[in-house]
T-cell receptor
């Protein structure tokens, strides 16, 4: 039982490059989330998907796009990376009632 | 909109002493409440959660939390900390298909 799998674990981008962070869960959860974690700011919600086919903005959506490809997969895309997007990114999933969240191991992204 | 406030950015505690971390939430109804712990360079681990019922919740690693509706609080406690409890702790509130986190409290344990 893998839980939530995020790839890649580490990434270095140059300013202006694009990339997609992948996330997959095998718990049949309805809701999936992307957070970024920066020192002193906790986890800030970028986007979430309450169910397959829906996505909504969180606190800090600018510069990001998401795709809920199917119930299992929720990807985060940076179209034109900026140094301000240097952060640790976490994917998470919950059941519909948000009774417990399961997290991926994180992606450490550096934009130079 | 739901929100979570953790008033203490950093707490230093001696090994063997008690620990209390504060969490206040804002939400129209009773949300689901969580405490997570993150050790350096690691992911998040669930310590405990509250949905309803008994307002004192027991979790893993000897932690407990008390839900106080009148104060919109969900404070985390441990009677006697161990050096391995040094970590960052996050309070979270879930409802409306969203899970929102506080800014976190970093706990340092001194010998």
């Amino acid at each position: 039982n893998a839980g939530v799998t995020q790839t890649p674990k580490f990434q270095v981008l140059k300013t202006g490059q694009s990339m997609t962070l992948q996330c997959a869960q095998d718990m049949n959860h309805n809701s999936m989330y992307w957070y970024r974690q920066d020192p002193g700011m906790g986890l800030r919600l970028i986007y979430y998907s309450a169910s397959e086919g829906t996505t909504d903005k969180g606190e800090v959506p600018n510069g990001y796009n998401v795709s809920r490809l199917n119930k299992r997969e929720f990807s985060l895309r940076l179209e034109s990376a900026a140094p301000s997007q240097t952060s640790v990114y976490f994917c998470a999933s919950t059941d519909r009632a948000v009774t417990e969240a399961f997290f991926g191991q994180g992606t450490r992204l550096t934009v130079v | 909109a739901q929100s979570v406030t953790q008033p203490d950015i950093h707490i230093t505690v001696s090994e063997g002493a008690s620990l209390e971390l504060r969490c206040n939430y804002s939400y129209g109804a009773t949300p689901y409440l969580f405490w997570y712990v993150q050790s350096p360079g690691q992911g998040l681990q669930l310590l405990l959660k509250y949905f309803s019922g008994d307002t004192l919740v027991q979790g893993i690693k000897g932690f407990e939390a008390e839900f106080k509706r009148s104060q919109s609080s969900f404070n985390l406690r441990k009677p006697s900390v161990h050096w391995s409890d040094a970590a960052e702790y996050f309070c979270a509130v879930g409802n409306d298909y969203k899970l929102s986190f506080g800014a976190g409290t970093t706990v340092t344990v001194r010998a």
